[in-house]
């Protein structure tokens, strides 16, 4: 059987991801595929290593804006797909609008799902996006033969607001680079800390107005004011309204740059090696379909403190110190107990460390096709003669 792959909307972040590192390590062809085509851009193309059965096929217009991506999925995709005779297409990105079947789609975005997270960002451009993903992805999850969600949560959100009955859906949680994982390590009494030799606390996301940065800092200037002798390392890209928010804190609380530290964005290939530097880890998203930060902090055996909202109760479980991500007080409580605690410390480092243990990318491509083979075989056996409705 031959399987393709729609990565037409797949450019950046956690989709980027997932799609390099499941095909880095999966094995189709004891799943009954011969061969994998992937149809996208120039940039995510690149990404994915080179194997004997992967075809790469890149459209030039899918390295365009939004609007050509929708076009060339809508009215090309689906005649390259048959006309290389696929069995089956597997669209992770979520959003379909070509008349291909079987496929098998993935839910990675809860964003268009949650109103109260989507009220964050007022009457913008991205809400308005994210409103049309709604619509897009409603319409795919409806007419898809099978549909992956990445946890329980993210499923029982999803299926709150279709209100229908998806036909097959399978949770597959997303894996972890191997050069994050680091056994816990010694944890160090607070007598061990001072403001020469502070308690570094890591947070790495993007900073957007559901992560809550601000909030954390303020928490951390709490702190100072109270003689602990923490810092806040805070890592990742931005978006530009929550950035000048986040700026203007900082403004406010530590203009010199004290023991509050943005990095902006660090390549992922050296992401590990701030884990490495950090003493604690803090996570403080309100809306994640996963939470792969958390699960990467998770596996480089840091205590963490950690934010109540969306999944992450679901995944790291009685691992973690947890918060309200919208409370300063609250972020600050946890991390006081924290740094207070080198018994607790350690205790939740081991014991995310042995949870994490659960998550690989060779399990997450396993099951991947295997589900994709449920689908194909599925329909194949309903309708022997064609591949299409």
Request: proline letters at 5%; aromatic letters at 12%.
């Amino acid at each position: 059987m031959i399987v393709g792959i729609d990565a037409s909307n797949i450019r950046a972040g956690g989709g980027v991801t997932h799609l390099f590192e499941f095909l880095k390590v999966a094995d189709p062809v004891i799943h009954g595929f011969s061969q994998i085509i992937v149809w996208s851009g120039k940039a995510t193309l690149s990404r994915i290593q080179d194997r004997p059965w992967i075809e790469k096929r890149y459209q030039p217009i899918l390295d365009k804006a939004l609007p050509y991506r929708t076009y060339w999925q809508r009215f090309r995709l689906s005649k390259q797909v048959r006309d290389a005779n696929c069995d089956v297409l597997f669209v992770p990105g979520g959003s379909y609008a070509g008349n291909f079947r079987p496929i098998v789609t993935m839910s990675q975005n809860l964003l268009p799902f949650e109103w109260h997270e989507l009220r964050r960002f007022g009457w913008s451009w991205f809400t308005l996006k994210m409103i049309f993903l709604r619509w897009i992805q409603l319409r795919t999850f409806r007419h898809a033969e099978g549909v992956i969600f990445l946890t329980q949560y993210a499923k029982n959100v999803v299926m709150r607001v279709i209100k229908a009955t998806i036909e097959k859906t399978m949770i597959i949680p997303h894996g972890i680079d191997k050069r994050f994982i680091c056994p816990p390590r010694e944890q160090l009494p607070e007598s061990q800390y001072s403001m020469d030799r502070p308690f570094r606390i890591l947070y790495v996301s993007i900073v957007h107005v559901y992560k809550h940065q601000w909030n954390v800092a303020d928490a951390i200037a709490q702190l100072r004011k109270s003689g602990f002798p923490v810092v806040l390392d805070l890592v990742g890209p931005a978006e530009s309204l929550a950035l000048r928010r986040l700026r203007a804190t900082l403004e406010r609380i530590d203009p010199d740059n004290e023991f509050i530290h943005y990095s902006g964005a660090i390549p992922y290939a050296e992401l590990h090696e701030c884990y490495a530097q950090a003493d604690a880890f803090l996570f403080a998203s309100s809306c994640e379909t996963f939470g792969q930060i958390l699960t990467e902090a998770m596996s480089a055996g840091l205590p963490i403190a950690c934010s109540n909202k969306s999944a992450m109760p679901e995944l790291l479980g009685d691992a973690g110190m947890y918060f309200d991500p919208e409370k300063p007080a609250e972020i600050a409580n946890a991390i006081r107990k924290l740094f207070s605690n080198s018994k607790l410390r350690s205790h939740l480092a081991d014991r995310s460390f042995e949870k994490v243990q659960e998550y690989s990318w060779e399990r997450c491509a396993k099951e991947t096709f295997s589900f994709i083979t449920q689908i194909a075989d599925n329909k194949q056996s309903l309708d022997p003669l064609t591949k299409i409705n």
